[in-house]
């Protein structure tokens, strides 16, 4: 009887370890390659200052939170107002991004999100100033592919103020 316990317990350890035995996770990698190339087209857009090409890129539900010190989250209107905001006070603008990361829901687990660190460079339009700042991007993407929440973190006060700066 040991030696059928013993037996019954090693077979079910190797079960376990099968990936493919009753996985019925979704393909996740399919999901954030197509995510991914959403976010790098929306990025890729502010090159142009293109807001109405990335309209479509955009859920009409959106939530959005700003990097703005004590801003708080924004829907569709108040994310496209930021956005024109930005292009409207910057040319130059570019965004490069030291890595493209897939996302995980709060369990850990890929869900299709993506996340982005790089560099955004911009001269304002007002002063000439050039700034350039560290920044962290995560978007999270509704059923037909459009960013749903957008998180941005960076110095965006800094941004600003280094933007509107007198030359000394």
Not at 40 to 66: N, R, S, V, W
Not at 105 to 113: A, M, W
Request: proline share 4%; glycine share 8%.
């Amino acid at each position: 009887m040991k030696k059928i316990t013993l037996l019954l317990a090693v077979v079910l350890a190797f079960a376990s370890c099968d990936q493919k035995a009753g996985n019925t996770a979704p393909d996740t990698s399919a999901l954030y390659a197509k995510n991914l190339a959403t976010a790098q087209k929306f990025f890729e857009l502010f090159k142009t200052e293109d807001m109405e090409a990335q309209k479509p890129l955009i859920c009409p539900g959106i939530t959005h939170y700003p990097p703005f010190h004590g801003a708080s989250p924004v829907k569709y209107d108040g994310f496209i107002a930021n956005t024109k905001a930005w292009m409207d006070n910057f040319d130059d603008i570019t965004y490069e991004a030291n890595v493209w990361l897939p996302g995980t829901d709060s369990l850990g687990v890929l869900n299709g999100s993506v996340r982005t660190y790089g560099v955004w460079t911009a001269k304002n339009t007002m002063t000439g100033n050039v700034i350039k700042t560290n920044a962290y991007h995560s978007f999270d993407f509704n059923g037909k592919g459009q960013i749903h929440i957008a998180q941005d973190y960076f110095d965006a006060s800094g941004v600003m103020a280094a933007a509107m700066k007198k030359a000394e």
